[in-house]
């Protein structure tokens, strides 16, 4: 790629802005992929805590125990990277009220811990955001057959999948297939912004 391709590509990703909802497992990592391939502005939303338990598949250091999950991201990515603005919202998404921070940005991602929530997220988004490309992902715990991930379109929504694996409410979740479908989720981002016309 020339050097004038590649400035016209970055340029376009620096006024791009993408939502995440949910700084975990998936949330942080997106968020990281995407500040590093040169998304402009970041909006992520969440309410929780860092634990060290989450040290496993987050994006979060040891002496970040106990801050905000949304705070203690915003620094990582500004310590990563320069020229993303992020904006970071300590808050709960409520039934009725998730569209609401999203209603600026350009695409959604979904990145949130409980399925419950997940399918409400998405439903919530595909009614009151109608036409605003949302990445979801699904299946989340365990490990290996990478094989078995997969990219579904239907209409709006992307979701990232593995129809066989567990849901992070009863799996196991660990960094690698976390962080693999994370990055796949950033990745179909990326696709949207850039204007891919057959996502995949």
């Known amino acids: 790629m020339k050097k004038a391709e590649k400035a ?3 340029s376009k990703l620096r006024k791009s802005s993408v939502g995440i909802a ?6 942080s990592n997106v968020a990281m992929a995407l500040a590093r391939a040169g998304v402009g502005h970041l909006v992520i939303i969440d309410f929780d805590v860092v634990e060290e338990g989450n040290l496993t598949r987050q994006y979060y250091f040891l002496d970040q125990v106990g801050k905000p999950k949304v705070t203690a991201l915003k620094k990582n990515v500004e310590r990563a990277t320069k020229g993303t603005k992020v904006n970071a919202v300590k808050k709960m998404l409520l039934p009725g009220k998730m569209a609401e921070p999203f209603r600026g940005v350009d695409v959604v991602v979904e990145a949130l811990d409980k399925a419950e929530t997940k399918t409400m997220f998405v439903k919530e988004i595909l009614t009151a955001l109608p036409g605003k490309p949302l990445v979801a992902a699904s299946g989340v715990a365990g490990w290996g057959a990478c094989e078995r991930l997969e990219l579904k379109k239907f209409a709006t929504l992307f979701l990232v999948r593995d129809e066989r694996a567990r849901s992070s409410d009863d ?17 179909v981002v990326l696709e949207i912004l850039l204007g891919v016309e057959n996502v995949h």
Request: hydrophobic share 55%; charged share 10%; aromatic share 0%.
């Open 171 to 187: 799996g196991v979740l660990l960094a690698p297939k976390v962080c693999v479908m994370a990055n796949m989720q950033a990745n």
């Open 22 to 27: 949910g700084a975990g497992g998936l949330g």
């Open 8 to 10: 016209k590509l970055l």
